[in-house]
């Protein structure tokens, strides 16, 4: 199975990202770092299967968050996300 068979969107991980933000993440609005582009988070590639799950930007690709839970911890690297926008 290639990768490109296994991608989501934002949705498949909108129970993962309740549990770690208080507030509704997929109607969040994530900037690439990398081209710019402005997403909801609810339509971002998603894929479950890499080491923890990996969201990528729908335009060019880039890796936007990584989130990785084990051993009663999270592991959040939004390095590719340049900014995230919430409603109140
Ligand atoms: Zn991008």
Redesign the pocket.
Known sequence: MRQSDLKLDGNAIAGLLREIFTMEMTNAEST?A??G?VHAVGRVDVYLNAPGVVVR?P??E?VLMRIVRGRGRYWIDLTGTRCLEFKE
């Open positions: 690439c990398g081209c582009k930007c335009a060019c880039q």
